[in-house]
């Protein structure tokens, strides 16, 4: 039997917002323990542009 922890980064969108790292969006983001989180900023929902809010 092999056993792995791993360590990661999760990040969560306040309410109204999203992620976004310049070229994904998302509510929520899983990292690598070692990935850059500041690469990632949250911006408002209204900012999307219009072909991610139809989907």
């Known amino acids: 039997m092999k056993k792995e922890t791993l ?3 999760i990040l969560t969108a306040e309410e ?3 992620l976004y ?3 994904t969006y998302g509510k929520t983001v899983v ?6 989180h500041s690469l990632w900023q949250e911006i ?3 900012e999307l542009p219009k072909e ?3 989907g």
């Open 52 to 54: 991610e809010t139809n």
């Open 31 to 36: 990292l690598p323990q070692d990935a850059d």
């Open 7 to 9: 360590t990661q980064i």
């Open 16 to 18: 109204g917002k999203y």
């Open 21 to 23: 790292n310049g070229t």
């Open 44 to 46: 408002d929902e209204k």
